[in-house]
């Protein structure tokens, strides 16, 4: 299975991990950090809006954050999911 990441642990940023799971298994998401306890609820929304603009069903999200806003918390998952297809040869 295949992971792409995207981001830093810098403060004001996060780190997106993305890895390949199997057909029908889902977005499962991980987030750990700084602001999860507080926000974690609205990240998954961000994350999971992104991911199913970009027409992904099934994948494993892991964000590591140290305090992003919710703009640069979509760009990193939408940069990791580019750069996994690019990975598989499937970049648009």
Same mark, same amino acid.
């Given at each position: %299975?295949?992971?792409? *990441? #995207?981001?830093?642990?810098?403060? %004001?940023?996060?780190?997106?991990?993305?890895? $390949? +799971? $199997?057909?029908? !298994?889902? &977005? @499962?998401?991980?987030?750990?950090?700084?602001?999860? !306890?507080?926000? /974690?609820? #609205? %990240? =998954? /929304? @961000?994350?999971? $809006?992104?991911?199913?603009?970009?027409?992904? @069903?099934? &994948? =494993? #999200? #892991? +964000? *590591?954050?140290?305090? !992003?806003?919710?703009? +640069?918390?979509? !760009?990193?998952?939408?940069?990791?999911? /580019?750069?996994?297809?690019? *990975?598989?040869? $499937?970049?648009?």
């Amino acid at each position: %299975m295949k992971t792409s *990441q #995207a981001g830093t642990l810098e403060s %004001m940023d996060c780190l997106v991990t993305l890895t $390949e +799971v $199997e057909s029908g !298994a889902g &977005i @499962k998401i991980t987030i750990t950090g700084a602001s999860a !306890a507080r926000f /974690k609820s #609205a %990240m =998954e /929304k @961000k994350i999971t $809006e992104t991911l199913e603009e970009l027409g992904v @069903k099934d &994948i =494993e #999200a #892991a +964000v *590591q954050d140290n305090g !992003a806003l919710d703009i +640069v918390l979509g !760009a990193r998952v939408e940069a990791a999911y /580019k750069r996994l297809l690019k *990975q598989k040869g $499937e970049d648009k």
